[in-house]
C-alpha cells in the first residue's frame, strides 16, 4: 500500500477520540507491510521503532490519529490528522533498510481533540532515553506545501474555569427571603468582558465566555444556584496561571459582596506547546530546505492548544507547521479536507529532519 492509498483509508475510516480501533489495524497493517520497524501494540496507541547499534540518540515523531464529530451528524478527519498520520507512517516507510546514525520512534496517539490522548502515551518517556519529540500540524491559511515555525511557543495552554455560586432558593414571590445569584453573574460576567477586551491586544491571550446560568426556567422560584464558565488561554503555563487567578478573584470577590458561597472546576486543561530554541534552530533549517517555501513567525504561531504540550514537559519539543493552502478552509469547518498533495512534502520535511537531528 502506497502513502496515497493510505490517507485514502484513513481519510475513509474516522474515528472520534479514544475509540480508533480500525484506524490502529490500518497502521498496524501498514507498519508489518510497509516498513522494517519493530512495532509494540500497547491497545489503545502503538509506536513502531528503528534502532541502530550505537545509535546515541533517540528522536520521536508523533502524529494524532482522531477525527472529530462532523456538524449536522457523523464523523470526519476535520482536523487533517489522517493526512499528519500518513505522512508519519509514510516516513516509516521511506526509512526502511536505511542507516540513519539514529534511532526513531514513531507515535501514533489517540485523543487528541479531546486533550486525553497524550497522556496514555506517556510510558514511552520512561523506556527509552529520549533526545526530542516532534510532531507537526496542517496550517490553513499559509501557502500550500510552505514550512511554519517559531523558537517559542506554537500552540497555547488553555483551560476550561466553571465558577458557581450558592445561595438559597425561595418562593418567586418573596425573593428577599432567599439569596438569588443573578446580581453576582451578571457583574463577574461584566468585569470578566473588561478583561477579556484588556487582552485583545495581545497575541496569545484570551478569555472567552462560554456559558452562563442563574437557576432554571422554573417561574415560581427565586433561584440559589449560577454560574459563569469560561475559557482562557495564554503563550504559556505560567501566564494561564495569571489569568486564571484575576478571573478567580473577580469571581469570589462578587461571591463574597453577596454572602454567595463561592467554588470552581478546572475542565479540559492542556499545557503550552514550547519548542526548544536549541532544537528550532537547527530543525527550522531542515524544514526551509525541504519545503517550497517558508515563514517564521512570532509566539504563539496559534492561539489553539494541542496534547502535545504535555510531552514537552519530558523532552525536548520541536512543533511546526505546514501549510495547507491559503484558500483552505478552516480546520474543524465543515467542508475541511486535508489537501493529499500534501503528503509527499511532509514525507520529504521529515525525512530531512531526521537527517539533521
Ligand atoms: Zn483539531
Ligand atoms: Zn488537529
Not at 148 to 155: D, K, L, S, V, W
Not at 254 to 260: E, R, S, T
Not at 301 to 329: C, H, M
Amino acid at each position: 500500500m502506497n502513502v496515497q492509498k493510505l490517507w485514502e483509508t484513513l481519510h475513509a475510516s474516522p474515528e472520534l477520540s479514544l475509540q480508533e480501533v480500525h484506524t490502529l489495524e490500518i497502521l498496524k497493517s501498514f507498519i508489518k507491510n510497509e516498513t522494517d520497524l519493530e512495532l509494540h501494540d500497547e491497545k489503545n496507541w502503538i509506536y513502531a521503532v528503528h534502532e541502530e547499534p550505537g545509535a546515541d540518540k533517540t528522536i520521536v515523531i508523533r502524529a494524532e490519529i482522531d477525527a472529530i464529530p462532523k456538524p449536522g451528524g457523523g464523523v470526519f478527519h476535520g482536523c487533517g490528522h489522517d493526512g499528519h498520520t500518513a505522512m508519519a507512517a509514510g516516513t516509516a516507510a521511506a526509512i526502511k533498510g536505511r542507516k540513519l546514525g539514529k534511532n526513531v520512534i514513531f507515535l501514533f496517539q489517540p485523543g487528541e481533540e479531546i486533550g486525553a490522548g497524550a497522556a496514555y502515551c506517556m510510558p514511552l518517556f520512561d523506556r527509552y532515553k529520549i533526545d526530542m519529540v516532534l510532531a507537526c500540524h496542517n496550517l490553513p491559511g499559509y501557502e500550500l506545501g510552505s514550512f511554519i515555525y517559531t523558537e517559542n511557543t506554537f500552540a497555547c495552554a488553555s483551560e476550561g474555569l466553571k465558577m458557581s455560586f450558592s445561595g438559597h432558593q425561595a418562593h418567586a414571590a418573596y425573593p428577599e427571603d432567599g439569596l438569588n445569584p443573578a446580581g453576582c453573574v451578571a457583574r463577574t460576567i461584566s468585569e470578566l468582558m473588561g478583561v477579556a477586551a484588556s487582552l485583545e491586544n495581545t497575541r496569545g491571550r484570551r478569555l472567552t465566555i462560554i456559558n452562563a446560568q442563574v437557576g432554571n426556567p422554573d417561574y415560581g422560584i427565586s433561584p440559589g444556584f449560577g454560574s459563569v464558565s469560561v475559557t482562557i488561554r495564554a503563550e504559556n503555563d505560567e501566564y494561564l496561571k495569571v489569568l486564571e487567578q484575576d478571573v478567580l478573584k473577580i469571581a469570589e470577590a462578587n461571591a463574597a459582596q453577596d454572602g454567595l458561597g463561592f467554588t470552581y472546576d478546572i475542565k479540559d486543561p492542556f499545557h503550552a506547546t514550547v519548542n526548544d530554541a536549541g532544537i528550532a534552530e537547527i530543525l527550522s533549517v531542515a524544514g526551509k530546505s525541504a519545503a517550497c517555501s517558508w515563514k517564521h513567525e512570532e509566539a504563539p504561531v496559534v492561539r489553539w492548544s494541542e496534547d502535545f504540550g504535555l510531552f514537552s514537559t519530558k523532552a525536548k519539543a520541536f512543533y511546526w507547521g505546514l501549510g495547507s493552502g491559503i484558500n483552505q478552509p478552516g480546520l474543524h469547518t465543515e467542508n475541511y479536507v486535508f489537501p493529499k498533495e500534501l503528503l509527499d512534502k511532509g514525507i520529504r520535511i521529515w525525512m530531512e529532519m531526521i537527517r539533521t537531528a
